[in-house]
């Protein structure tokens, strides 16, 4: 099995099997770099990074895995390139296909990162769509791998919106690797029916299930992660906050969610996270609405269970080698 050539667009487009040999090679350059082992296996190779939204961790995970992998990587900001604003996304994609080994994209919809991989004629990775954020699910698998030492029979509980690239990927991604997946939130913050359906399907084969809640005291019992993201992700209008929190307030991560989880439980967020005032868009919330945390309280994600470091960092060894992977044919 080769993962050679191949784009990372969402992980329905791969088995369980090639998902742990992304981990697995994550896993060997993690060590390389922690023992300080050159490893610049793709010198000379280019990648582009195409942000249309914002990014701290992805962005520098890329730019650290290019370099460390002996590439050059070119940032392309939210404004300041022509793509679909002055240039088609064809023609675009169409440019950069000459110039780069791999182009890197985060934007809106999953459509667009598609139509990249297909226009290009390159590997291209999806770093962030509405629907998906796959490179994300790669660094937190490691991590849960790196905690309890595999990913089958894990029970994985996500608390807030269930509907949006992260509860969407968590929820593929776990079917794949045989975890239990419980989204906890009210209804409507499910993923969509049909995707629900085809996560059913994939479950059932590889001995994983998945199981929704609305009880945020019932939803973290026998869960080995208790797993949050933000509530309104980046790209939605500002006037959905009042309902999102009205909404989601009461799935907040607690003490008390996490006393009811397993003892053994860890509290996982991909980041960035309002869990105090110590950001704009807190204080603002907190101006507005009165509360000071948000979709996690401060006391569990500084807490002891809190694993949050730990995965960010993994963005850098998942996103390296996802690259690696498809662009040198053969690693030790
Ligand atoms: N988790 C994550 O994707 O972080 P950034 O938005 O900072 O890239
Ligand atoms: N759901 C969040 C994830 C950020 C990494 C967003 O899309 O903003």
């Known amino acids: 099995m080769s993962l050679y050539g191949k784009s ?43 942000f249309e939204k914002t990014s701290t961790r992805t962005r520098c995970a890329f730019e650290v895995a290019a370099a460390d992998l002996g590439m050059r990587a070119v940032y392309l900001d939210p404004k300041s390139s022509q793509i679909g604003k002055k240039e088609s996304l064809a023609d675009s994609a169409k440019v950069l296909g000459r110039m780069f080994d791999a182009i890197e994209y985060r934007g809106f919809a999953q459509e667009i990162v598609e139509d990249i991989a297909r226009y290009s004629g390159v590997p291209t990775f999806n770093g962030l769509t509405n ?133 053994s439980a860890i509290f996982m967020h991909c980041l960035p996270a309002f869990h105090d005032l110590g950001t704009e868009v807190g204080r603002a919330i907190y101006e507005k609405f009165g509360i000071r945390e948000m979709e996690v309280s401060d006391e569990v994600f500084n807490g002891p269970r809190s694993v949050v470091f730990d995965e960010a960092e993994n963005r850098l060894h998942t996103i390296k080698a996802v690259i690696a992977a498809s662009l040198v044919k053969e690693i030790e």
């Not at 490893?39 to 990074?49: P, S, V």
């Not at 629907?131 to 660094?139: G, M, N, Y």
């Not at 409507?188 to 590889?206: C, D, F, G, H, T």
């Not at 809640?213 to 209008?237: I, L």
Request: glycine content about 8%; overall charge neutral.
């Open 8 to 50: 990372f667009l969402k992980l329905l487009d791969f088995s369980k099997e090639e998902i742990d040999e992304y981990l697995s090679l994550a896993s060997r350059l993690k060590e390389k770099k922690k023992r300080g082992i050159p490893h610049e296996i793709a010198k000379g190779k280019n990648i582009a990074l195409v």
């Open 131 to 263: 629907e998906f954020h796959p490179t994300q699910i790669l660094a937190d698998f490691l991590t849960i791998k790196e905690k309890f030492g595999k990913t089958e029979g894990i029970t994985l509980c996500y608390y807030g919106d269930a509907r949006y690239n992260m509860g969407n990927s968590l929820m593929i991604g776990a079917a794949k690797e045989g975890m239990h997946f419980v989204a906890c939130c009210p209804e409507k913050y499910r993923p969509n029916q049909a995707l629900v359906r085809e996560a059913e399907r994939i479950a059932k084969a590889s001995g994983g299930s998945v199981r929704f809640s609305t009880d945020p005291e019932k939803g973290s019992v026998g869960a080995d992660v208790v797993y949050t993201d933000v509530w309104v992700s980046m790209g939605e209008e500002e006037s959905v906050w009042k309902e999102r929190i009205q909404d989601l307030l009461p799935y907040r991560v607690t003490k008390k969610v996490m006393e009811n989880a397993k003892e």
